[in-house]
């Protein structure tokens, strides 16, 4: 494995790309059936989660609030002052609040000095590894501004140089960051489980790899790991306040994939496939599909399908193709009543007729009184916002910032 050092790039041997591969779910009906959600454990270590805990709602409270006192801290909190002074004194010591000193107009008494979350001496690693030969990466404060950016040419690597590049991005990261770094947060193709392994993802030709975990011990930082497509949702949510706290968002760059915001968070699914659309049959005569059937929807709508097909038969396939995306769309806002339906890809495909299809398809499947509260924005992708929803991702891990 080549040490990037101070290199932003390094290549190696461009094996093979096993193009066909990308972005089916090889699992088996046994091994789909064998993942399953891990229960939350409780109990044990009461006082340790309870100070946990409450770090985590004086954090909650200044990032929400600004700055306050500690009297205040202990109003909004409901905990003792003796206890929060404790709290905030941790904080400060780990650098994740800073002291503002006294503030002037403070009544007599004791002077009160305002403490506030340090959004800029603070920030998060994150890393995107869902593009074709190239991991990118960031550092973004917790305002969500983007202050470095890094990336790999990782040469169609995939297995363990591929981890070992991931690996690499974020110690080249932690290398020039300014600021303390929170945590790393890392948008990963494939099916993630809430634990940050990766339990399929075909394009890397990884199966149960631990990312999290190998992020973790081999940088020694707190790391969170997510499927891409969530963590956009998660980022258009957060830092973009566009598709607000319910939402479907769908991302046609890579093979198309979806993801359900519900309150604010992705839904995940029993096996950590909910949004895995892509082979969704929607012609049974269709195209053959590289996982073996016809018809997928992933054939029709995925964009380097789509751009294909434009260049093989003309602009007229782009109308009919989100309308295929609408019909599959509308029984799931139906489903869950969903009022905010976001899909984003390559500006110059999906604006225009492909995204009057989409809002043709999902309008034609609903009565009108659903159609007057829906909101359907279609249009070109941010790259940055995988990266943002990472950085949300570490947030909420690690200051319990929702
Ligand atoms: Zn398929």
């Given amino acids: 494995m080549t040490e990037p050092g101070e290199q932003d790039e390094v290549v190696v041997a461009r094996k093979p790309n096993d193009a066909d591969a990308r972005g089916i779910l090889s699992l088996t009906p046994d091994e789909l059936k064998a993942l399953r959600r891990s229960r939350k454990h409780s109990g044990g270590e009461a006082i340790h989660v309870t100070r946990q805990h409450n770090l985590s709602v004086i954090r909650r409270l200044l990032y929400a609030n600004g700055p306050q006192t500690r009297p205040e801290l202990a109003r909004l909190s409901g905990l003792s002052l003796p206890t929060v002074g404790g709290l905030v004194s941790e904080l400060v010591g780990a650098g994740t609040v800073h002291d503002l000193g006294v503030v002037a107009e403070a009544r007599v008494g004791k002077p009160a000095s305002r403490v506030a979350i340090d959004a800029e001496g603070n920030c998060t690693i994150v890393l995107d590894l869902t593009h074709d030969d190239t991991f990118t990466g960031a550092i973004i404060d917790l305002d969500g501004t983007v202050v470095d950016r890094a990336q790999l040419s990782i040469g169609g690597a995939h297995g363990e140089p591929a981890l070992d590049y991931a690996v690499d991005l974020a110690r080249l990261l932690i290398k020039r960051a300014s600021s303390q770094v929170i945590g790393i947060g890392v948008a990963s193709p494939g099916l993630v489980d809430d634990t940050g392994l990766v339990h399929v993802a075909d394009r890397l030709r990884w199966r149960d790899v631990p990312l999290a975990d190998t992020i973790q011990t081999r940088t020694g930082l707190p790391t969170v790991v997510g499927n891409d497509v969530n963590l956009l949702a998660l980022g258009l949510s957060r830092f973009r306040n566009r598709s607000g706290r319910d939402a479907i968002v769908v991302d046609m760059a890579n093979g198309v994939g979806a993801a359900v915001l519900e309150g604010g968070e992705p839904v995940l699914g029993e096996q950590f496939a909910a949004g895995e659309i892509a082979h969704l049959t929607v012609d049974p005569g269709g195209e053959l599909c590289p996982c073996g059937r016809r018809g997928c929807l992933d054939m029709v709508v995925g964009a380097p399908h789509l751009q294909r097909r434009v260049a093989a038969v003309g602009a007229e396939v782009l109308e009919p193709a989100g309308r295929t995306l609408g019909e599959v769309l509308a029984p799931i806002v139906i489903m869950l009543n969903i009022n905010v339906v976001v899909v984003v890809g390559p500006g110059g495909l999906v604006e225009g007729a492909f995204a009057d299809g989409v809002v043709d398809g ?33 947030m909420e891990s690690q200051l319990g910032v929702r």
């Fill in 362 to 394: 999902i309008h034609s499947r609903l009565r009108p009184a659903i159609i007057e509260g829906l909101k359907i924005e279609v249009g070109a992708n941010d790259p940055d916002l995988v990266l943002l929803g990472a950085a949300a991702a570490v």
